[in-house]
């Protein structure tokens, strides 16, 4: 895995997304799906491209139950982008790099400016 990409968990949730000072992409997947494993190098290579302006996370559905019911996830990958705490956008499904950067450049440019 990327050193840009850490892993949360129901306990550090909230320090690690909600609290983060900036925009967090949150990757709700679990070892057993392949949608997700085919993802995982894609969303290391966002990380890695966002690292100075972004975080990102990973949460295994499997031994994280309540932060994955909270935001209600029914099927995984899910990919879930926050901003001052609050969801700002979600893809549900496997999709491009070039579809998650749009997302975050909308939100990264956003904080830089503020």
Not at 80 to 102: D, M, P, Y
Request: hydrophobic share 40%.
């Amino acid at each position: 895995m990327s050193e840009n990409v850490k892993e949360t968990s129901d306990g550090t949730f909230e320090n690690d997304v909600l609290k983060s000072d900036r925009p967090v992409l949150v990757d709700f997947w679990a070892e057993w799906c392949a949608p997700c494993r085919m993802l995982a190098p894609t969303v290391e290579a966002v990380a890695d491209k966002y690292a100075d302006s972004a975080r990102v996370v990973k949460l295994n559905v499997d031994f994280n139950p309540s932060v994955s019911q909270r935001y209600g996830i029914k099927g995984i990958p899910t990919l879930i982008l926050f901003k001052n705490g609050r969801e700002e956008e979600r893809v549900v499904g496997a999709t491009s790099e070039q579809a998650i950067s749009r997302m975050l450049d909308k939100h990264v440019s956003a904080a830089t400016v503020a």
